[in-house]
T-cell receptor
Framework: RKEVEQDPGPFNVPEGATVAFNCTYS??????FFWYRQDCRKEPKLLMS???SGNEDGRFTAQLNRASQYISLLIRDSKLSDSATYLC??????????FGTGTSLTVIP | DGGITQSPKYLFRKEGQNVTLSCEQN?????MYWYRQDPGQGLRLIYY???????QKGDIAEGYSVSREKKESFPLTVTSAQKNPTAFYLC??????????????FGQGTRLTVV
């Protein structure tokens, strides 16, 4: 079983739409959780860390459910510039990072 | 500016050759990582190092070698034993073990093509 599983999409949404991505992780010892954004042929960049209490950064909201081992990312009022691949990342003790395969988002004018 | 630098950005290798990819960071991070990304796939861990002079194999270490002689440097050698080396290689660093929510910072990547 993979450490981190994501729906690969693709998600094609119109501008202004709300879109949600989900991710599950297999190891209950996982300690830290992140969403990264990766543009085509570029390196991944941190979008936001994910906390148990949930956290929001502008149009982006991340949630963590430790009991269900589930992480989500909600993007409101989608912009064309949000088009990218979104990677779910989990960090275990020993500081190893595990990456999902990514969810592709295209925002359509 | 603090950051992590990979070079070269593009690299072409003939079959049977060894090549070395450079990764340097000035973030004073203890941990460094090498990942490989193939089209349509996620990042797969090749090697990682938690501290100078120590490194561990990741999930796909065969055909690769690394060294960690200095804190700021973690070069990756792709040897001729790696049968399918064409890929996008990403180096990353993080503060180190024991720190919660310590995210990974990435270099810009090296795109290796076997010709």
């Amino acid at each position: 079983r993979k450490e981190v599983e994501q729906d690969p999409g693709p998600f094609n949404v119109p501008e202004g739409a709300t879109v949600a991505f989900n991710c599950t992780y297999s190891n209950s010892a996982s300690q830290s959780f992140f969403w990264y954004r990766q543009d085509c042929r570029k390196e991944p960049k941190l979008l936001m860390s994910v906390y148990s209490s949930g956290n929001e950064d502008g149009r982006f909201t991340a949630q963590l459910n430790r009991a269900s081992q589930y992480i989500s990312l909600l993007i409101r009022d989608s912009k064309l510039s949000d088009s990218a691949t979104y990677l779910c990342v989990v960090n275990k003790a020993g500081n190893q990072f595990y990456f999902g395969t990514g969810t592709s988002l295209t925002v359509i004018p | 500016d603090g950051g992590i630098t990979q070079s070269p950005k593009y690299l072409f290798r003939k079959e049977g050759q060894n090549v070395t990819l450079s990764c340097e960071q000035n973030l004073n991070h203890d941990a460094m990582y090498w990942y490989r990304q193939d089209p349509g796939q996620g990042l797969r861990l090749i090697y990682y190092s938690q501290i100078v002079n120590d490194f561990q194999k990741g999930d796909i270490a065969e055909g690769y070698s690394v060294s960690r002689e200095k804190k700021e440097s973690f070069p990756l050698t792709v040897t001729s034993a790696q049968k399918n080396p064409t890929a996008f290689y990403l180096c990353a660093s993080s503060i180190g073990a024991g720190g919660r929510n310590t995210e990974a910072f990435f270099g810009q990547g090296t795109r290796l093509t076997v010709v």
